[in-house]
């Protein structure tokens, strides 16, 4: 499993979600972020989910 990290922010740059979990591949990973945002309600924020080398994942603007 490799880590992966889910950040959201305000339109003015404010984080307002900074996590992480685990997934077996990005297919998974871009899941399971996208279901995380549903569910906290920040499916309209800017967010982005990046693997732990770096690999940017999602990036919803």
């Known amino acids: 499993m490799e880590k ?3 950040t959201a922010f305000e ?3 404010t984080t307002i979600l900074d996590d992480s979990f685990e997934a077996q591949n990005d297919k998974d990973a871009k899941k399971i972020g996208q279901e995380i945002l549903n569910e906290k309600g920040f499916e309209s924020k800017p967010a982005r989910v990046v693997s732990s080398t770096g690999k940017l994942i999602v990036l919803q603007r």
């Open 11 to 13: 339109k003015d740059g």
């Open 4 to 6: 992966y990290i889910i």
